[in-house]
């Protein structure tokens, strides 16, 4: 396939759509699909079929659509009109849906999300463009959205060193947390001499609550491929390994068809788009182990070994994946290649704050009235986030903070609720961007009981290769769990602040560096917290037992 | 070999390019606690214990798996390394069960010495005090999981030097262990060429010869070094060959 046939079979498959009248979208993402997405689809299907409407209405199973917490969602798009996104679908109500768009009659009112809803009207969708809009599981929809598009420029009227040029000036940070300047990590793979090099984009997102990962690999397949392809293309690389968590099956079982028809079709493989390019793509499953999301961790387990960091330098731009150059990238930074390319680095940076550029998607979860997938450009208040596209708080509560970075970042108080949403205002603020979960508190949260949550988290998940992470954690829990038992002295406290710092400084990876954020965090911005539970013996959240006391007060009783 | 100069605790030293900066610690007979490091073993970096301050570098390194570099300061024994090693020391000892009036390697054990010369004379944390088994099917050794810091020296020898691969790591985090082939017993392994070099690499009574009572086990790992000169001379037909 050739750049002209990737244009005829956009314009094919555009003719197609446009020859039904109506396409009804049913999200067969994991969030719609747990709360009923499938029987939906298929009585939709049926009520297409029993009204004799195949030539007339095409309905599509697509990706994410953002409100998960609204689900099953189901979008309509009848020709000449708005489309109409109708939210908590249930099998009867999309028989009426059918019906109703059959008959051209009224929408059905009562399941409509408004389409100025704030929840679509703040966001901005670049990475998620496709998503919602497109069946994942067809190379054709892609393309006809202009996939491959920004493979075939790449591959045709630009060289490796102006793609990193591009992806420079665009001022891209790596999406995985920690916020690496993504063009200058391709160019200093592509500066390496090596007779092989590697791709890996790391699908391993394992913060709880966190889902912007599984989303895109879900709902855009073709797109990560497309990002990987042409990384592959800027730095020399071959060869490009996918890992996929274990626990992403759906995911992966649509990577894997995705590369197998790009594959069919001449867009991955050998000669690229007929050109001298050869790119091939493997998926890998993780097993279940949070620090294989660390990038050293990752390629020892893609490599078949324990899944365990190892200390750089060196770093994977120059010994990764058996000692060759390996560019490693969340899947969500390569996903932002394709738009870059297409769109150009000048239009991309004009998206974000002056040091965060492009738009950050984020799993917008815990205590607002709607929670789901939102991608909003970088630079946005956290207060436009919670109250405009969340809805605010329900049943009247008062927020109280939120954490982003899952257990390697912190929490933000209500007094920083304007902050802008970027790399450095976050880490001023001691938490971190992370990959993108955003949970939400209300005052019926106690910050000690979460800052145990994530430290337990994080004492599962450590590896135990190196010892103040795989003990550190362990005792820093303890005593986190003295507090809310009531068992805890203010030596306790000072004990866990030293223990944090000292955790925090010597661990060997960012799991181990960053397990004690949650905890400093918090004791920075609710440490009148652990004073009412270690002094008073109150918890003001009204979440903790309380029903132990201090050793020291059994002796002197 | 291009020579470097770098800084230690304010005094100039030379080394040679390539050097990991622990050899030119111990090289200036500068005292630096190791557990997990044992010359003739790859690095692992996990024991944490020589971790040193690099200026202009925001993150402390441990010195077995830093290179030296060009005009590098290094500060070893600064008042915050000191308290984090002392600190990780406690750790471990409130890991497992460290007593050592009752352990057969009392007077010749490696973190014994270590929290002695640092002068950890008491464990401000809870003991964790897991329940462990031991492992005595072996003929000849033993295994006391008790005892085990996970330093991987015996994994690391009996993979490195030895060639068998019996020893390997199950688990993760506070629940990791060493286990024989596939978390079989030791006296049932088929590969385990009952060679001793793992149990005389063992810093604590995690590994002893049986029959050995309280403080009677000592080890030697001079046959690390016997095996390492070997090397530089070529003296095997298989290694110049290979080359």
């Known amino acids: 396939m050739n750049r002209a046939d990737l244009e005829s079979m956009a314009q094919r498959e555009q003719q197609r759509q446009q020859a039904f009248r109506c396409r009804i979208l049913c999200c067969a993402s994991t969030p719609c699909l747990s709360s009923g997405g499938t029987a939906v689809f298929d009585a939709i299907n049926t009520a297409v079929t029993e009204l004799k409407l195949d030539a007339d209405v095409q309905p599509v199973a697509t990706g994410c659509m953002g409100p998960c917490s609204r689900g099953p969602m189901v979008t309509v798009q009848e020709q000449g009109q708005p489309d109409v996104v109708y939210q908590q679908v249930t099998p009867e109500v999309a028989r009426v849906i059918v019906a109703e768009h059959a008959s051209q009659q009224k929408s059905f009112a009562d399941h409509v999300l408004p389409s100025d809803d704030p929840f679509f009207a703040k966001q901005q969708k670049v990475v998620l463009a496709n998503s919602g809009l497109i069946d994942p599981e067809k190379l054709e929809d892609y393309v006809a959205h202009g996939g491959y598009l920004a493979l075939g420029y790449a591959l045709r009227e630009m060289t490796p060193e102006s793609v990193c040029k591009e992806i420079i000036a665009s001022g891209l940070r790596g999406r995985g947390g920690a916020g690496f300047p993504a063009g200058l990590k391709w160019d200093m793979v592509r500066r390496e001499k090596a007779d092989k090099k590697f791709i890996v984009a790391n699908g391993d997102e394992g913060d709880p609550g966190a889902y912007m990962d599984r989303t895109l690999m879900e709902s855009d397949p073709h797109r990560v491929l497309e990002g990987m392809a042409i990384a592959g293309f800027a730095v020399g690389a071959e060869q490009g390994f996918l890992y996929v968590r274990g626990e992403y099956p759906v995911a992966a079982k649509r990577l894997e068809r995705a590369i197998r028809t790009a594959e069919r079709r001449g867009l991955l493989g050998s000669r690229v788009l007929d050109s001298g390019f050869n790119f091939r793509v493997d998926v890998r499953i993780g097993a279940g182990a949070f620090v294989c999301g660390e990038e050293t961790a990752l390629m020892a387990s893609i490599m078949g070994n324990r899944g365990q960091p190892t200390t750089r330098p060196p770093y994977p731009a120059q010994k990764g994946l058996w000692g060759k150059p390996t560019l490693i990238n969340n899947v969500e930074t390569f996903g932002n290649i394709a738009p870059i390319i297409s769109g150009g680095a000048a239009w991309y940076s004009t998206i974000g704050t002056p040091k965060s550029k492009g738009t950050k998607i984020f799993a917008l979860a815990g205590r607002v009235n709607t929670t789901g997938l939102i991608e909003v450009p970088m630079g946005i208040t956290l207060r436009e986030i919670v109250f405009d596209i969340g809805g605010g708080i329900p049943e009247g509560m008062a927020f109280k903070a939120a954490q982003t970075g899952g257990p390697s970042g912190g929490c933000i108080p209500a007094e920083h609720l304007d902050t802008p949403v970027d790399y450095e205002s976050l880490r001023a603020l001691g938490s971190i961007m992370g990959s993108g979960g955003l949970i939400i508190m209300d005052e019926r949260s106690c910050m000690v009981d979460v800052a145990k949550f994530f430290m337990e988290f994080c004492m599962d998940e450590s590896c135990g290769k190196c010892v103040p992470c795989r003990v550190g954690t362990v005792q820093m829990h303890r005593v986190l769990e003295r507090i809310t038992e009531g068992s805890a002295t203010m030596a306790d406290l000072e004990r866990l602040q030293e223990l944090c710092t000292m955790v925090k400084e010597t661990s060997l990876c960012g799991l181990g560096q960053s397990a004690p954020n949650p905890v400093l965090s918090t004791i920075r911005y609710f440490m009148d917290e652990y004073t009412a539970h270690i002094t008073h013996h109150h918890c003001p959240a009204g979440k903790c037992t309380l029903d132990q006391q201090p050793v020291s007060e059994w002796v002197t009783a | ?243």
């Not at chain 2, 010495?113 to 492992?135: F, N, T």
């Not at chain 2, 020296?153 to 490195?160: K, S």
């Not at chain 2, 030895?162 to 030791?186: F, K, Y």
């Not at chain 2, 385990?192 to 009677?216: D, I």
Request: aromatic share 4%.
């Open chain 2, 1 to 243: 070999m291009a020579v470097v100069t770098l800084t230690i605790n304010d005094e100039m030293v030379s080394a040679q390019e390539g050097q990991s900066l622990l050899s030119v610690l111990h090289e200036h007979g500068i005292e630096m606690p190791t557990l997990c490091h044992l010359e003739g073993l790859s690095e692992r970096g996990g024991c944490r214990l020589c971790m040193v301050e690099l200026e202009g570098n925001a993150r402390l390194q441990a010195a077995c798996v830093t290179p030296v570099a060009e005009g590098i300061v290094v500060h070893t024994h600064s008042e915050r390394l000191v308290k984090y090693r002392m600190m990780i020391l406690e750790l471990l000892f409130s890991e497992r069960n460290h007593i050592c009036a009752v352990c057969v390697m009392n007077g010749h054990c490696e973190l014994q010495a270590e929290a002695a010369k640092i002068g950890m004379d008491h464990v401000r944390y809870d003991y964790l005090d897991p329940d462990l088994p031991m492992d005595a099917s072996h003929s000849r050794f033993g295994l006391d999981h008790n005892r085990c810091i996970l330093c991987t020296r015996c994994v690391r020898v009996c993979d490195e030097i030895e060639g068998a691969h019996v020893w390997d790591v199950m688990g993760r985090g506070a629940n990791s262990r060493v286990i024989t082939d596939l978390n079989q017993a030791w006296g049932t392994s088929k590969s385990c060429t009952s060679c001793g070099k793992c149990v005389q690499v063992c810093p604590t009574g995690a590994l002893f010869t049986k029959g050995a009572t309280v403080a009677e086990m000592e080890k030697q790992h001079d046959f690390l070094r016997w095996i390492l000169d070997g090397r530089e001379k070529n003296v095997w037909a298989y290694e110049r060959n290979g080359k």
